[in-house]
């Protein structure tokens, strides 16, 4: 789809298994694919747990989904978030979703929504299955999310700066197998945003999880990379050794 094109987009909460204090840091994050215009946040706001979600709905125009408990054991809530969701893809109005759950049993659901070509965004703890992570486009730790949110304010205070992102073996492979696989010209380099989508293809990687802000900070620590950027704009990296 056309970036010139001002998409849909729609972001739905299980407030059960999320925290609302991931809001604000997750709309940053979804204004890449668009704009997100239908906002939603499932579960039985009655329940003392979910009392938070009272002003941050007001605060965000998030439309609260009240669903009561129907029976012991059975969740009604994502029953009614995986229905909202069918129907708008259903619809034709929605070009990408975010959902933000640490709970697999979204997995079909996303899953689905891809199948129609669909972009979809997961936002969830560092406990959230595999299963859930690999099939999202992206897929983000938002426990991370809302840590460099914060260092990023407290670096525009002069706070006391967090340690920095560091990259661990199995990113490192992730990184090297895209920069295989990535068209290269006669001196070796390849574009940086090729790399990029070869990695997500493989993965729901993406560089937040790792504490980066993008893609060429990432390489920038790299010592095995050198990064080029040229003067149409963009950004070429090579492999060292």
Same mark, same amino acid.
Not at 55 to 70: A, L, W
Not at 87 to 110: A, E, I, R, W
């Given at each position: 789809?056309?970036?010139?094109?001002?998409?849909?987009?729609?972001?739905?909460?299980?407030?059960?298994? !999320?925290?609302? $204090?991931?809001?604000?840091?997750?709309?940053?994050?979804?204004?890449?694919?668009? $704009?997100?215009?239908?906002?939603?946040?499932?579960?039985?706001?009655?329940?003392?747990?979910?009392?938070?979600?009272?002003?941050? !709905?007001?605060?965000?125009? *998030?439309?609260?989904?009240?669903?009561?408990?129907?029976?012991?054991?059975?969740?009604? !809530?994502?029953?009614?978030?995986?229905?909202d969701a069918i129907?708008?893809?259903?619809?034709?109005?929605?070009?990408?979703?975010?959902?933000? !759950?640490?709970?697999?049993?979204?997995?079909?659901?996303?899953?689905?929504?891809?199948?129609?070509?669909?972009?979809?965004?997961? @936002?969830?703890?560092?406990?959230?299955? #595999?299963? @859930?992570?690999?099939?999202?486009?992206? @897929?983000? =730790?938002?426990?991370?999310? *809302?840590?460099?949110?914060?260092?990023?304010?407290?670096?525009?205070?002069?706070?006391? $700066?967090?340690?920095?992102?560091?990259?661990? #073996?199995?990113?490192? #492979?992730?990184?090297?197998?895209?920069?295989? #696989?990535?068209?290269?010209? $006669?001196?070796?380099?390849?574009?940086?945003?090729?790399?990029?989508?070869?990695?997500?293809?493989?993965?729901?990687?993406?560089?937040?999880?790792?504490?980066?802000?993008?893609?060429? =900070?990432?390489?920038?620590?790299?010592?095995?990379?050198?990064?080029?950027?040229?003067?149409?704009?963009q950004i070429y990296?090579k492999r060292l050794?």
């Amino acid at each position: 789809m056309s970036q010139e094109t001002l998409r849909n987009i729609a972001l739905l909460i299980d407030a059960d298994n !999320t925290t609302p $204090q991931g809001i604000d840091p997750v709309l940053t994050v979804m204004a890449e694919l668009g $704009q997100v215009n239908i906002r939603r946040a499932y579960g039985n706001f009655a329940k003392g747990n979910l009392a938070k979600w009272d002003k941050i !709905t007001n605060r965000f125009g *998030i439309r609260p989904q009240q669903q009561f408990d129907v029976s012991k054991g059975k969740n009604a !809530t994502d029953m009614a978030m995986t229905i909202d969701a069918i129907d708008l893809l259903n619809q034709g109005k929605v070009d990408g979703f975010g959902l933000m !759950t640490s709970d697999s049993d979204f997995t079909p659901l996303v899953t689905r929504l891809r199948q129609d070509g669909i972009v979809v965004y997961g @936002f969830g703890s560092s406990k959230t299955p #595999e299963s @859930f992570r690999s099939v999202c486009t992206r @897929f983000i =730790d938002i426990d991370k999310l *809302i840590a460099a949110n914060k260092q990023q304010n407290q670096a525009s205070g002069d706070a006391k $700066q967090t340690d920095a992102p560091s990259i661990d #073996e199995q990113l490192e #492979e992730l990184i090297v197998a895209a920069y295989n #696989e990535a068209k290269r010209d $006669q001196k070796g380099y390849a574009k940086l945003q090729q790399v990029g989508q070869i990695a997500g293809n493989r993965s729901s990687f993406d560089v937040r999880n790792y504490g980066f802000k993008s893609l060429s =900070d990432l390489f920038d620590s790299l010592p095995n990379f050198q990064i080029d950027r040229r003067d149409d704009g963009q950004i070429y990296v090579k492999r060292l050794h």
